[in-house]
C-alpha cells in the first residue's frame, strides 16, 4: 500500500507480519559481519536521515540508536536490499571497535567445533565498564 507521506522505497521492502525486517551490519573495509538486527520503516528512516543505524529493539520494544548508552555508534556508508527485498545490509565504520553487548568486535562469537558450541573472540572491554555511563 502506497501512503503519501512514506517515501516509495520504503514501499518496496517485504516488511514481515510484525512490520520488521533483517538487518545485517557489515563493517567496510574487514568485510566482518558484525551483527544481525531488526528495522520497521521508523528505524530505517531514521537511519537514512541520521546517517547512523538506528534498530528496532524486540526486547525494548522501541527505536534503539547503536551506541546511544555505549557509544559504539555505527556510522553508515551505504544500505543495500537483498534480491527479494527481505533483508538489507548496511556497511558501517563501527565506533569504538565493539559492536557486541558483550564486549566483543561483533556479535557472532561462537563458533561450532566437534558438535558444541565454542567462543573464539576474545572480550575487548568488560560491559559492566560499557554500560554503567548513564
Not at 525486517?21 to 567496510?28: F, K, Y
Not at 520503516?41 to 529493539?57: F, P, Q
Not at 563501527?94 to 563458533?111: L, P, V
Request: overall charge neutral; proline content about 4%.
Amino acid at each position: 500500500m502506497n501512503d503519501p507521506n512514506t517515501p516509495g522505497w520504503l514501499d518496496e521492502i517485504q516488511w514481515d507480519d510484525q512490520g520488521l525486517v533483517p538487518v545485517i551490519a557489515r563493517e567496510q573495509g574487514s568485510g566482518q559481519v558484525l551483527t544481525l538486527a531488526w528495522m520497521n520503516r521508523a528505524a530505517l528512516t531514521a537511519t537514512v536521515a541520521e546517517g547512523r543505524a538506528v534498530y528496532w529493539s524486540r526486547s525494548r520494544g522501541r527505536l534503539w540508536r547503536k551506541g546511544e548508552e555505549s557509544g559504539h555508534l555505527q556510522k553508515i556508508h551505504e544500505i543495500r536490499l537483498d534480491c527479494d527485498k527481505d533483508a538489507i545490509l548496511l556497511e558501517v565504520t563501527q565506533e569504538g571497535g565493539i559492536a557486541c553487548h558483550t564486549g566483543r568486535h561483533h556479535c557472532f562469537f561462537h563458533k561450532l567445533e566437534n558438535g558444541a558450541w565454542r567462543v573464539v573472540d576474545p572480550v575487548l572491554k568488560d560491559p559492566r565498564e560499557i554500560y554503567s555511563r548513564k
